[in-house]
């Protein structure tokens, strides 16, 4: 009896990992029946924990939850209220994905707290100032968002706010996709439209190219660049002038560019051409930026002009010299020279290239001479009746200086062409 007692003890030392004198007590508890006293063993061993934390319950109350809660009852995160306590050590700011549940706090996550930089303190102290903020509650997959009423949405610093966010989001975008994207696909022969062989009573016929896509237009358009300054009293397109916050229009253009579109008046683009804008904050007033070198810019001066001065200046308007002098605005303006033409006879047109720049057409009969286009060049101006002159032609350059010579003798005026007044 006392063998068949030790291997009993022995079983429940191997079944349970108790000591021989614990088996001992469960066995004699349970009148040496074995699987009674593991039983016993095991539903003691589940009720020791249970019990121990209702006798540690008791001997400590947990206090009412007296604070702020979310709609859905659960206590508000303390992130979203100010901290009453005199600390004034701030927790560090997480960095990385975040779901709903996780940015109302909580301490266990600490990898990526040593990445926070300056600028992200001073947002984080600017938000603090600014009073109540967005509640989020939720689960991990699900979750509540209470919007702040006190933010207005039409603010320009929530405009700007919105617009820096976006570009941080658009910069880690266009980082990953440049690490991403594939290289250039080689193109494969024979691409192209093709005909085919027609025949009797079979037309040929064009089969467009199926491997090409049809590029859209703002495909074809480039696309420019334009840096958007953020001052504290307004903003600028590169280094044009300031465009104040509180002026509505220029409310409405930073409404458009939050929305990603780009104001034609503003950027200087086309209808549908992609514009990359790029963001430089100022932390001082607005003041005018140094102006961008653009080459081929402004106006230019033409060569090879053969009469001095600005061979820019402008023309006089195109008028009949047979016709009366049409009236000027200034009584200063002197009249057009009219010169004697028989209609009936063969005409040829000249014009005259003044030294002042200005050119005058006029039309002559075959049977004047040199003489009558150096007296419509006096008539012309009032520089020219006092100051000797000479006339030329242009191609082949050659002077003229005998007044009894035809038109009609002349190649270079007997079919028209342009007289040259130069100071002698």
């Known amino acids: 009896m006392a063998d068949s007692h030790d291997d009993m003890v022995m079983q429940f030392c191997e079944l349970t990992g108790a000591s021989a004198s614990r088996a001992t007590e469960y066995l004699e508890a349970s009148q040496w029946n074995l699987s009674a006293a593991v039983g016993s063993y095991f539903a003691d061993d589940e009720e020791a924990p249970a019990s121990a934390a209702g006798s540690s319950s008791q001997a400590v109350p947990e206090p009412e939850y007296t604070g702020p809660r979310t709609l859905d009852g659960r206590p508000a995160p303390q992130s979203a209220f100010p901290s009453s306590s005199s600390s004034s050590k701030k927790p560090a700011k997480k960095k990385g994905l975040a779901t709903l549940s996780s940015i109302g706090g909580g301490g266990n996550d600490h990898d990526h707290d040593h990445d926070d930089d300056d600028d992200d303190d001073e947002e984080d102290d600017m938000n603090d100032r600014r009073g109540p903020r967005d509640l989020f509650a939720g689960g991990e997959k699900s979750g509540l968002a209470v919007q702040d009423p006190s933010r207005n949405a039409a603010d320009p610093q929530n405009v700007i706010k919105d617009i820096l966010a976006k570009a941080k989001a658009n910069a880690k975008r266009a980082t990953s996709e440049e690490s991403s994207s594939p290289g250039p696909s080689r193109s494969t022969n024979f691409r192209g439209a093709g005909v085919t062989v027609g025949g009797e009573g079979t037309e040929s016929r064009t089969i467009a190219d199926s491997q090409v896509p049809r590029t859209p237009r703002s495909e074809e358009l480039p696309v420019v660049t334009r840096t958007l300054h953020l001052w504290r009293d ?81 023309s006089v308007p195109m008028q009949n010299v047979t016709a009366p002098a049409a009236s000027s605005s200034t009584p200063a303006a002197a009249p057009a020279p009219i010169a004697d033409v028989d209609s009936s006879q063969p005409t040829v047109a000249i014009r005259f290239q003044m030294p002042d720049g200005s050119r005058l057409p006029a039309r002559f009969n075959l049977t004047h001479t040199i003489g009558d286009l150096y007296q419509f060049a006096r008539s012309a101006s009032a520089d020219t009746r006092t100051r000797p002159f000479m006339i030329q032609s242009t191609f082949p350059s050659k002077e003229y200086t005998d007044q009894s010579q035809k038109l009609e003798e002349i190649d270079a005026f007997k079919r028209g062409g342009i007289a040259v007044v130069k100071w002698a």
Do not use: K
Request: glycine residues 12%; aromatic residues 6%.
């Open 234 to 314: 307004g903003f600028s397109i590169e280094d044009g002038s300031l465009r104040r916050y509180d002026d509505p229009q220029h409310a409405m253009d930073l409404q458009m560019i939050r929305t990603g579109r780009a104001p034609l008046h503003l950027m200087d683009v086309e209808h549908g051409q992609r514009c990359d804008v790029r963001l430089q904050q100022h932390e001082e007033d607005w003041h005018q930026l140094p102006r961008i070198y653009r080459p081929f810019g402004g106006q230019g001066h033409r060569l090879g002009s053969p009469v001095p001065g600005d061979g820019n200046a402008a």
